[in-house]
């Protein structure tokens, strides 16, 4: 594939259209060509003259480079010509690899056997039925438990990539899709990232693509003019395209952008309209990938930064401290056959195109449809065609926001669910691998392990209740000289309970040791703060976690019923939600608690002990969610110490970089109806449509509508009244119309 020299940021792709343009530069690729002419003449950011109307004279997309993205068919192995040029299939494991898979799958099994055989030897020699069904329930769960710690361990063996000293040459895009965002706060972040790529001598081989799924109008005219106002000062070109049709939602936005602008780069980063990589870790993957011809994708860890409320700061501080043992444990037994989570990762573009083309699933949502968690399947199909899918822990310099309550993680989980068990239909897809089967069986069980601890709960509640309510049956044959004793083991209850916990909190504390070995406690305020926080931390998951365990539950029979999530706009910035929202949302959860308790004080009162945290959370989950939304009690918390990281007391560079930029992004007035009284602005957003295509008639029904209101309209205000959101969104797509618009009084 010809690629275009990096000494060229803005010139065309070395493809031609099968037609091919004539001498005057008509034919398919026409406009493109002239506008590749055009932009190779002129200078990417020329200084606005004094009084010009546009601020830069770059179009709003570059020539079109089409590279092919064939839909892959699960039922059938990809061609050959989609793998690595090279290579004659997937090389086995390196050593380090297999041993971790063998701590890993190997010490899962055998803590799962060894809680099975305990649990047997509790229940004695004759089992009732619902204890064969608490068995089967408590391995599922102490596996998974031990499956986590295990992963943990395997971390031991792991060893970090290394970084070639070339830096390579590759064209490269960093790509981020949109969909309703803030734009100051989502531009500022590239902004400040193009600003480090700049620092690092990449300025002549990196661009940004904002790619928008937005469709309400004032949002769109927002990002308009924030990509207007960054591209003035940016060192890198910054293209922006607009879907008014959101076919495949996120996955097909970015495929979108590979079939017409694909063959123009070597490699693309991808990022989340809140999530941001440094200028350096983009060099150093991009020559880790430049020097690997099989490798596909580099997935980093990104750090949660910037939470307020003190929900945002509990997941913050867990995902700081826990996550990269846990991440260099996965990394660790992934080897190359790694997983992909949808952003903060780079990607080769060629490889990407070739085997990730996602199809349509046979029937209806939430099972059919569009593929909704596309990351897994896409690394799973890169490994399929031979490709390496590497998890590279060391590079830290990855940040993304984090929900900042737990009604908006509950939203968000809401999808990520549906999009998991998806992928049950595509755990028999032809040619994974079976590590990336592992992938998706992990995912499945994250979500499935809430309805299992939840049943578990019930079945110990009903096998308690029986023990309680029933008699014995000392005699059950005739002419028995001896009784049968009930058999229950108390005693190894209780070591099986305290094994659990082990397992469960022994993670926690190996983190924390961790950090006190290295910077990460002196940078969050000292080894004793270090061990506040996560005493705080533990304490408030474990309230927590009763609460996600009936709403995931709850999101799971929704999904069995048929029921689709959407796709909605993610919260970013959360508003302390009021007291009755919060007591509509948690009834069922405070209800199931008082219930659970009434139930056990009139049982046995003693086992409400071993309940408590899961009572006290359910009973109290409206104050908690209320609580933990507040900016307030999160200040509170980082003026006593509690829950800090590394990067709250020593603020990233491109983070500081991007407040700046958000300031200068930001409008300080509605954006539509800013153009009517602004022509920079207007000028500003007119030069970032594309051409109005032409269409029939009745796919032009909201235009002519449109052209018809504000006709009758006395002024501005009053044509916008006019206008539903159809309409606005025609008027902002075509500059004529833009025009009479304007020439309204205001």
């Known amino acids: 594939m010809e690629r275009l020299p990096p000494d060229r940021p803005a010139a065309p792709a070395g493809r031609a259209s099968p037609a091919g343009p004539g001498p005057d530069g008509s034919g398919p690729d026409g406009a493109a060509s002239r506008a590749g002419a055009m932009m190779s003449a002129m200078p990417l950011n020329p200084a606005p003259l004094p009084g010009a109307p546009l601020p830069t004279m770059l179009p709003p997309v570059p020539p079109e480079s089409p590279l092919p993205m064939p839909v892959q068919d699960f039922r059938a192995l990809p061609p050959p010509e989609a793998g690595p040029a090279g290579t004659t299939g997937r090389a086995p494991p390196r050593p380090e690899v297999l041993a971790a898979r063998t701590i890993v799958f190997g010490g899962t099994a055998l803590i799962s056997a060894i809680g099975c055989w305990q649990m047997l030897v509790v229940f004695g020699s004759e089992i009732q039925p619902l204890q064969w069904l608490l068995l089967v329930l408590f391995t599922l769960t102490f596996g998974w438990i ?388 996560a005493l705080f931390e533990t304490v408030m998951s474990a309230l927590i976690a009763p609460v996600q365990m009936l709403i995931q539950t709850r999101q799971i029979a929704e999904i069995l019923q048929g029921r689709n999530s959407g796709w909605e706009s993610q919260v970013r910035k959360g508003v302390m939600p009021p007291w009755g929202l919060v007591l509509r949302r948690h009834a069922i959860h405070v209800l199931s608690g008082l219930a659970t308790l009434v139930v056990v004080a009139m049982l046995s009162p003693g086992l409400g002990i071993w309940l408590s945290p899961i009572l006290a959370g359910l009973i109290l989950s409206p104050a908690i969610s209320r609580w933990t939304a507040s900016p307030v009690f999160g200040r509170w918390a980082r003026m006593a110490g509690l829950l800090v990281t590394p990067e709250e007391r020593n603020t990233p560079e491109v983070m500081a970089a991007a407040v700046a930029h958000a300031r200068r992004l930001r409008q300080a007035e509605g954006s539509t109806a800013l153009l009517g009284r602004d022509p920079q602005a207007m000028a500003r957003h007119v030069a970032m449509l594309p051409p109005v295509p032409e269409l029939p008639p009745a796919e032009r029904l909201p235009a002519i509508s449109a052209a018809a209101k504000i006709a009758a309209a006395d002024s501005q205000a009053q044509a916008l009244g006019f206008l539903d959101r159809s309409e606005r969104a025609a008027l902002l797509s075509d500059p004529e119309l833009l025009q009479r618009w304007a020439a309204l009084p205001a």
């Open 146 to 533: 031990g499956f986590s710690f295990c992963s943990l361990l395997s971390g031991l063996v792991a060893r970090p990539p290394v970084t070639p000293a070339d830096p390579g040459a590759a064209r490269i895009a960093i790509v981020m899709p949109v969909y309703h965002e803030d734009p100051a706060d989502s531009l500022a972040l590239l902004g400040a990232l193009a600003d480090e790529l700049a620092a690092e001598g990449m300025a002549g081989r990196a661009e940004i693509f904002v790619l928008s799924d937005s469709h309400d109008p004032e949002v769109f005219a927002a990002e308009t003019l924030a990509v207007a106002t960054l591209r003035e000062t940016c060192p890198l070109p910054v293209w922006y395209r607009r879907r008014p049709l959101n076919t495949g939602r996120k996955p097909g936005n970015i495929a979108d952008f590979i079939r017409r602008w694909g063959g123009r780069y070597d490699q693309m980063v991808v990022l989340d309209a809140d999530s941001v990589v440094s200028g350096r870790m983009v060099a150093e993957m991009s020559a880790r990938m430049c020097a690997d011809p099989a490798l596909a994708l580099i997935q980093t860890i990104p750090m949660l930064v910037g939470g307020q409320t003190l929900f945002s700061r509990v997941i913050q501080f867990a995902g700081r401290v826990y996550g990269p043992p846990i991440a260099r444990g996965v990394a660790a037994w992934s080897g190359d056959n790694g997983n992909f989570w949808g952003h903060n990762a780079m990607i080769r573009v060629d490889a990407f195109a070739a085997c990730c083309g996602l199809p349509e699933l046979p029937g209806a949502p939430p099972f059919g449809g569009s593929v909704l968690s596309h990351d897994f399947v896409e690394a799973a199909l890169l490994r399929r065609a031979g490709w390496k899918v590497r998890l590279d822990w060391d590079l830290r310099a990855s940040y993304e926001g984090s929900p900042p309550t737990l009604l908006d993680m509950a939203l968000r989980e809401r999808r990520w669910a549906q999009g998991n068990l998806q992928h049950l239909r595509l755990l028999g897809a032809r040619g994974f691998t079976a590590i990336s089967r592992v992938h998706f069986i992990v995912g499945i069980l994250g979500f499935l392990m809430s309805p299992i601890w939840l049943a578990m709960i019930l079945v110990g509640l009903a096998l308690t209740a029986n023990v309680i309510l029933s008699r014995p049956e000392y005699f059950p044959h005739s002419y028995q000289l001896f009784p049968d004793w009930p058999t229950f083991d108390s005693r190894r209850m209780i070591w099986i309970f305290a094994a659990s916990m082990t397992l469960l909190l022994l993670p926690k504390l190996v983190a924390v040791i961790r950090a006190w070995s290295r910077p990460l406690a002196s940078n969050a305020g000292g080894r004793s703060r270090v061990l506040a926080s």
